[in-house]
């Protein structure tokens, strides 16, 4: 089992920053990726973005220029530092982990835009 927790979110203004943790914990020995995911009211779980163990990365193109994720294996962290925020970006985002033929999901943080 991997548990997931995340941190970070709140409330800012339109062009502001959030720096979003995700603390994975557990049976973390061959985890394959990890992503960050957000759902809007209303909508459908969405991908924002993901890294590889290998350090691939890939940006949904809503986000790229604004995003970056990042990981830091020293302390099973892995960030979502998001730039420039807008409206359309509140969510609730949640860290993701795949292992094998299992994931795994942290419990959520909301991030709220205002504009």
């Known amino acids: 089992q991997v548990q997931l927790v995340e941190s970070g979110g709140g409330l800012v203004q339109a062009g502001g920053s959030l720096r979003l943790s995700c603390v994975a914990s557990?049976?973390?020995?061959?985890?394959?990726?990890m992503s960050w995911y957000r759902q809007a009211p209303g909508k459908q779980r969405e991908l924002v973005t993901t890294v590889t163990d290998g350090g691939t990365t890939y940006l949904a193109g809503s986000v790229k220029g604004r995003f970056t994720i990042s990981r830091d294996n020293t302390k099973n962290t892995m960030y979502l530092q998001m730039n420039s925020l807008k409206p359309e970006d509140t969510a609730v985002y949640y860290c993701?982990?795949?292992?094998?033929?299992?994931?795994?999901w942290g419990q959520g943080t909301q991030v709220t835009v205002s504009s």
């Open positions: 993701n982990a795949r292992k094998w033929l299992y994931e795994f």
């Open positions: 557990g049976s973390i020995s061959g985890i394959n990726s």
